[in-house]
């Protein structure tokens, strides 16, 4: 009797062992099921073209000027070109941004994507944001429908500090090689306008915030009070006034790199791109080699080789523990006074944020093996159009 009652509670410990390992099999084979949804990273992705303006006023409650609004409501979708197909991209309207990423993802051939507008931001779940570019509008924005993935307020001081021209000024004076030219001087007052203006005669004054076509002014012979009231604003306003000689532009082109935020800075590709009155019109999509043989005509490849490698090194240094993401540097091919002489400027902006040119990069040159021409058109509203030169 004794035996089998001792039986017995073996019989019953032992179905009592297996029954928890049973569930505790189910139980993980339901978290491995969940397990990844759960690690996975999901990137909000925004096109805020704005961002110059808003990070020049460095407000919290930021209006952005009626064409600045129009730009990103009518262009919103664009960010699907490099969004994952598990992402968000934020428009204003989704049913107008599918149409439209429609029409373009039939000349790309990019993949499908999930848009959202602002009123669902509270019930996604978003790990992380990728904007045009960081400003406090766009913060505040943010927390305002729910997404608390965005820098603090001090970041984003960095961020507006690190967008100021003087950088640009000092990454110029690092650039100094044969075959090179370019002077720029950042000053805080009038009479050093003045000053610069005898010495050159023609220059180029720029706001150190500011966005592409505005905030800039182009002075020959000698101010008048307009030029003179202006150049006051922008240094009680802003501090400071970038002050360069003016340059005879032969062609305007730049270079795309990525900052890891860690002192390493890579390069990404060349943007030949057009302007018109100072701002952008269009971009050429093409092979870099075809890029670099159009450029060729005018700089050599060796030249163009050295000043990448000298950004990459310099900016690498800036930017780290400082800048993580995409920025894009502005240079221009100049005319000399002799025959056919040309010249770069190596650096007339650093544009820290998302520019055009990553945009026409994100786009993958044709099979057809001929060239295109991405351009930002004004109709009835902004349209981008994909075609042959």
Sequence with gaps: MICSISFLKVVQSYNISFKLQSLNSKISKKLCIFAPKLR?????????????????????????????????ADLG???????????????????????AYGRLRAK???????????????????NKVEPWGWDLAL??????????????????????????????????????????????SCVDSLSEVSRMLDEYGHIVVKAPWSSSGRG?????????????????NIISKQGSIVVEPYYRKVKDFGMEFESDGMGNVRYLGLSLFHTKNGAYTGNLIATEEEKQELLSAYIS????????????????????????????????????????????????????????????????????????????????KYRIRVCKP
């Design 40 to 72: 996975k990273m999901t990137t909000l992705y925004i096109f805020n073209p704005e961002h110059d303006l808003a990070l020049a006023a460095n407000l919290a409650n930021f209006t952005s000027p009626h064409a600045g609004r129009k730009l990103r």
């Design 77 to 99: 979708f664009l960010s699907a070109l490099w969004a994952g197909e598990d992402d968000y991209v934020l428009v204003e309207n989704v049913e107008q941004a599918v149409k």
């Design 108 to 126: 790309t051939g990019s993949g499908p994507r999930r848009f959202v507008d602002k009123s669902q931001l509270a019930h996604l779940n978003i």
């Design 139 to 184: 913060r505040s924005f943010l927390l305002r429908y729910g997404v608390n993935a965005v820098p603090s307020e001090d970041e984003i001081a960095v961020i507006r500090d690190l967008s100021h021209r003087k950088h640009a000024v000092n990454l110029l004076s690092e650039l100094h090689l044969s075959g090179t030219t370019g002077a720029s």
């Design 216 to 232: 800039v002014r182009f002075i020959e012979g000698e101010l008048n009070d307009y030029q003179s009231r202006w150049i006051q």
């Design 301 to 380: 490849a060796d030249l163009l080789k050295s000043v990448t490698e000298i950004i990459c090194d310099k900016l690498g240094t800036l930017y780290a523990g400082k800048f993580q993401g995409l920025f894009g540097v502005d240079m221009m091919v100049v005319s000399t006074d002799e025959k056919d002489g040309f010249l770069l400027h190596p650096c007339v902006e650093i544009n820290l944020r998302r520019t055009m040119g990553h945009v026409a990069l994100s786009i993958p040159p044709f099979a057809d093996g001929f060239a295109r021409v991405m351009q930002i058109v004004l109709t009835d």
